[in-house]
């Protein structure tokens, strides 16, 4: 989702109008419209954001401080400008001038990609006014903290920075020739120059006169006023449209199985690739990690080979622990072989049953037997004969 000041959101962020010092801090995950912001109903676009730049919730990059998002901002031209604001100061009711520049502090977290000009670093500012003593207001101003005046600025990380007395700030009024770019004075100076001032409104931006394709990320803005008020701001991408995983038992195998990991990254990502963590803790207690690489806006499944015993599988991204499971594996159980008996007294065989000497006795008396019938078959064919041999002599 890329705004501009010509399609702005209408849809609320979750906020509220005032945060207690050390609450936490209000997640911001859309923009309100300008009249919402401008009451002290969340963050909107800035009218002042050119209608090329971009302002954009997205997931990442790399970790950012709080969450797992940030407010990207992208100045496609050097005549480009793109601003995020919000109205914290008050209660609805309440005087909105009532925080004065001399209790003001605060700290924002930034990151710019590797390859850019460390001034796209994007900016925190305090819209105010020089004196509200009076009936009218006098003396609009913008009060800018720009990171590579206060300190060393880095490619390719999250950096916080803490705005206080000896921080270094411009103002864009020119009517006194004091704190302006160049002439740059520290808060505590300007609060001195201006005592009956204060401030309303903040700021998050790429200012135009920027590198072309000027591109930054912010994050964790934190606005005080003295020890009585604080402002808290968590920009997150909506949790629907964040990278997702989930982790599932895979096939068995000879040695245990594999755990099946599968990675969803985000279409909104920060980075052309989502990285995902995994880290699977065997059944000993070992740990084994890797990290994928998802492209956005796609799936990717992962198999894990684990051994038999329960693995527990966790996945991480943008430092948060995603999805996470248990996968076991049993190992098949072999039956027991059962030894042959042996017999008490050693190791003879068995007796079967057969006794050779009845059995050979056995057998002599049916082969007499055998013969006796023979014989006697004999001489009954004797006896026919002779019989047979008187008939004929008679």
């Known amino acids: 989702m890329i705004l501009s000041s010509g399609a702005v959101a209408t849809v609320l962020a979750t906020v509220t109008f005032f945060a207690i010092p050390g609450s936490p801090p209000v997640v911001i995950d859309s923009f309100s419209t300008f009249p919402e912001a401008s009451t002290g109903v969340g963050w909107g676009v800035h009218p002042d954001t050119t209608a090329a730049a971009g302002l954009d919730f997205v997931e990442g990059p790399a970790t950012p401080p709080l969450g797992r998002g940030s407010l990207e901002l992208y100045t496609p031209q050097s005549t480009d400008r793109a601003l995020a604001f919000a109205v914290p100061t008050g209660a609805p009711g309440e005087d909105p001038l009532a925080s004065p520049w001399t209790g003001l502090s605060a700290s924002y977290a930034t990151y710019i990609p590797d390859g850019l000009a460390l001034n796209s670093t994007p900016t925190l500012r305090f819209v105010g006014y020089h004196d509200v003593s009076g009936l009218v207001p006098d003396g609009f101003t913008t009060l800018t903290f720009q990171p590579q005046y206060d300190g060393t600025v880095e490619n390719g990380v999250w950096q916080t920075w803490d705005i206080g007395p000896d921080s270094i700030v411009f103002q864009s009024n020119t009517d006194g020739a004091f704190c302006n770019d160049p002439g740059l004075c520290t808060l505590s100076e300007f609060a001195a120059e201006y005592p009956d001032g204060g401030w309303y409104s903040v700021q998050v931006g790429l200012g135009s006169g920027l590198p072309a394709g000027s591109l930054g990320y912010a994050d964790a803005v934190v606005v005080r006023n003295g020890d009585t008020a604080e402002y808290s701001y968590d920009f997150e991408l909506p949790a629907s449209d964040n990278s997702t995983a989930s982790v599932a038992a895979g096939a068995a195998t000879a040695t245990g199985g594999s755990a099946t990991v599968t990675l969803n990254a985000s279409a909104i990502s920060a980075t052309p690739t989502v990285p995902f963590t995994i880290v699977a803790t065997l059944p000993d207690g070992t740990k084994q990690t890797q990290v994928v690489e998802v492209d956005a806006d796609s799936t990717q499944d992962v198999s894990i ?30 039956p027991p072989v059962t030894p042959p008996v042996t017999p008490p007294g050693g190791g003879e065989l068995a007796p079967t049953g057969f006794d050779p000497v009845p059995a050979y006795w056995g057998s002599a008396l049916l082969a007499a037997g055998l013969a006796m019938v023979a014989v006697g078959r004999v001489r009954v064919r004797a006896q026919d004969a002779g019989r047979r041999s008187k008939r004929s002599d008679s």
């Open 305 to 334: 080979p684990v051994p038999f015993g329960t693995t527990h599988v966790e996945v991480w991204a943008q430092g948060v622990l995603i999805a996470q499971g248990d996968v076991t594996f049993t190992a098949p159980v072999t």
